[in-house]
């Protein structure tokens, strides 16, 4: 599933080539896009002749301002892609969602080949209204202070759970949680508010060190994602523990990284230097 560094490079592809434009048409080309809409939501047709104002990330979602107080939410969930392709490109049955542009020759897909992901047609206040609901703050703007009180408040989950709750922190998810953790020598299976003040400051450190790593080498491209140009990310090549399982710990050399569920969800990790 595209985190934060991913959603961020689709971002900045997007915004470059995007800000400013007018829309020509929005069309769903599946039917499941529909169903999705939230109560209130617009149909496509209103996003005709509507300019892009704006386009930022928030957690793992997408969210674009258009004239008009108009907003577009997209979250790609696990195998969504959003991004810019050639009209002549043949349109799969994968690709759910197309928007073309005013004086661009390239139009935005929609792709999603497991179908979780969505795109909703809603007013700008009521995408700040869902946001403020389900997403608690972003990695790169909470202070220090705020991100100890958030280990104390939510102190009987799991690390590895606590970073991984959107509604605690924003964005991350399943491969930066893991290489977090590593970075910070901490185990997964720590309880948050068990962390000493030293050990917090360095996770603190840790999650904005590989968010900000992975930012800079366009993220990671496990499974199916692509920037809004469709190039591969590079930070895969940097996983220190992700998808690492049987292999020897990078960083101690004295145990074999392990593979092991946490809440149904895949956590790998070395036992010997994570305490
Ligand atoms: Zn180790």
Redesign the pocket.
């Known amino acids: 599933m595209p985190e934060l560094p991913e959603v961020e490079t689709i971002v900045t592809g997007l915004k470059a080539n995007l800000l400013g434009r007018r829309v020509k048409e929005l069309v769903f080309i599946s039917p499941h896009l529909k169903k999705k809409q939230l109560p209130g939501a617009f149909r496509p047709e209103a996003y005709r002749r509507r300019k892009i104002l704006d386009i930022w990330r928030r957690g793992k979602m997408i969210v674009f301002r258009f004239d008009g107080q108009l907003g577009l939410l997209v979250h790609l969930k696990m195998t969504g892609q959003l991004f810019l392709a050639d009209p002549a490109r043949k349109i799969d049955k994968h690709t759910h969602a197309r928007l073309t542009f005013y004086g661009l020759k390239k139009e935005l897909l929609f792709r999603d080949i497991r179908k979780f992901g969505f795109l909703n047609c809603l007013a700008l206040s009521q995408i700040e209204e869902k946001i403020k609901t389900d997403l608690g703050p972003e990695p790169f703007e909470i202070s220090l202070n705020d991100f100890r009180y958030l280990l104390k408040r939510h102190g009987q989950k799991r690390l590895k759970n606590w970073l991984l709750d959107q509604k605690i922190i924003a964005g991350i998810g399943n491969i930066y949680s893991d290489e977090i953790l590593?970075r910070a020598?901490l185990s997964p299976f720590r309880l948050a508010g068990s962390l000493t003040e030293e050990q917090a400051v360095r996770f603190y450190r840790a999650a904005r060190r590989v968010l900000e790593e992975a930012i800079a080498l366009k993220g990671s491209s496990i499974s199916d994602y692509v920037d809004a140009m469709g190039e591969k990310g590079g930070y895969q090549r940097r996983h220190r523990v992700y998808a690492r399982d049987g292999q020897l710990?990078?960083?101690?050399?004295?145990?074999k990284?392990v593979r092991q569920k946490i809440n149904g969800r895949s956590t790998f990790y070395?036992?010997?230097?994570?305490l």
């Open positions: 590593f020598r710990c990078p960083r101690c050399h004295r145990e990284i070395c036992p010997a230097c994570q």
